[in-house]
């Protein structure tokens, strides 16, 4: 199987040489749009410019401090507001870590599987009303304790691992460092493989072209 090498970027990456990031060869790259309750990432506008203007496939996500189910609906809507002036080939995907949990927990919410697989459940289903191909991302620690597999499995997978080795069964794109290193971009950067040629927009694959998409090749 042919692994995609792509890159995970948000504003903590700085100004980025997308042109550079082209010639060292990465093949996609997942940018934060933004993250709560319709906070913009400081760099996204330019990050998705940037890699439509160098053809890098681009994916998004958005880092939720959801509470409630309405929240995470909301913010679904928003990054779809932001993203949609944009080309987007890739996944967008609901980020849920333990800032998410302990931000619950300041506002007396505690967050169980029951809860978390319901938030991830509204984000994505309003992408993918919205005609876009949702994800989420999780570790294993907390894809074991906080999501209910079972009742997202309809919903690609994007899974942190920081080994050589996956090991994991039905991941469609694996986080295997945050460490790397690639040409334009200072300092270390999280790197990815997809396990799927999402830009190639398989009719027979589960992936719905964007509005903007669609528009630009009517």
């Not at 679904?76 to 949609?84: H, Y």
């Not at 999280?190 to 694959?205: A, G, Q």
């Amino acid at each position: 199987m042919h692994r995609r090498k792509g890159i995970d970027v948000s504003y903590a990456d700085g100004r980025i040489d997308w042109r550079r990031v082209r010639e060292d060869r990465i093949e996609f790259a997942m940018v934060r749009a933004g993250f709560g309750d319709g906070n913009i990432d400081q760099e996204f506008e330019r990050n998705a410019r940037e890699c439509n203007r160098e053809r890098i496939p681009l994916g998004i996500y958005w880092f939720s401090y959801a509470y409630t189910r309405e929240m995470a609906r909301r913010e679904a809507k928003q990054c779809v507001e932001i993203i949609r002036r944009y080309r987007v080939e890739y996944p967008v995907a609901f980020d849920f870590e333990e800032d998410s949990i302990d931000y619950a927990r300041e506002h007396g919410v505690t967050i169980t599987k029951d809860l978390a697989t319901d938030f991830t459940r509204e984000f994505c289903d309003e992408i993918r009303r919205s005609g876009y191909r949702p994800m989420f991302y999780t570790n294993l620690s907390d894809l074991e304790d906080y999501f209910d597999i079972r009742r997202l499995r309809e919903y690609e997978l994007w899974l942190a691992k920081y080994q050589h080795v996956l090991g994991v069964d039905d991941v469609d794109m694996w986080q295997y460092s945050d460490s790397g290193r690639v040409r334009g971009i200072r300092g270390e950067v999280d790197m990815d493989y997809s396990f799927k040629d999402y830009e190639k927009r398989n009719p027979t694959d589960r992936h719905s072209l964007c509005p903007e998409t669609r528009r630009e090749e009517e």
